[in-house]
C-alpha cells in the first residue's frame, strides 16, 4: 500500500528553504485569470491573497495554506478547498508560478514588505515612501 501525502490545508507546514517566499509579491501583469493582485506568504504556512479595487474575478487564492513541496513546486489550498500544485521559481525579489493548467503568473516583491514605517524612515526607504501598503515600483497602478 503507498502512503499518501499530508493535504495542505491540514498541517501547514514550513520546510527549510521557505524564506524566498515569506513576504508580499505584486502580480506583474494582470488579466482575467483567477489569481490574486497581491499574495502575501506568511512564515507560518499561511498565505494571503487580494484582488485590485473593483476586479470582477473572484480569486482562486484568497486565503490559505501552502507546502513547499520541493525547491521547485509549492502545493496551495484554494478558495474552494481544492488543493493545487503549482511550479515555482523563486529568487530575492521574483516569483514565477506556473498552475496546474499552465497559466502562467509573475510576481515582484514589495521592497517595504515587513518593514515598519519608522525602519523606511530612518533610512529614506526603498524609494521614499514613508506609507503602509504602497509598492514605489508601480507608479500610477493600483497599491494596497
Do not use: C, Q
Request: proline letters at 7%.
Amino acid at each position: 500500500m503507498t502512503e499518501k501525502s499530508e493535504p495542505a490545508k491540514r498541517k501547514p507546514a514550513k520546510p527549510p528553504g521557505d524564506e524566498d517566499l515569506v513576504g508580499t509579491w505584486f502580480r506583474e501583469e494582470r488579466d482575467d485569470a483567477p489569481y490574486p493582485d497581491e499574495l502575501t506568504f506568511e512564515a507560518d504556512g499561511i498565505y494571503h491573497g487580494k484582488m485590485a479595487p473593483g476586479s470582477r474575478t473572484a480569486s482562486k487564492l484568497d486565503v490559505g495554506v501552502f507546502d513547499r513541496i520541493d525547491e521547485k513546486s509549492i502545493r496551495m489550498s484554494t478558495a474552494t478547498d481544492r488543493d493545487e500544485t503549482f511550479s515555482l521559481d523563486a529568487s530575492a525579489d521574483r516569483l514565477n508560478l506556473t498552475d496546474e493548467d499552465g497559466t502562467k503568473l509573475a510576481y515582484t516583491r514589495n521592497p517595504d514588505a515587513g518593514r515598519t514605517v519608522e525602519e523606511r524612515s530612518s533610512d529614506g526607504g526603498a524609494a521614499g515612501d514613508d506609507e503602509i501598503g504602497t509598492d514605489p515600483t508601480r507608479e500610477g497602478e493600483w497599491t494596497p
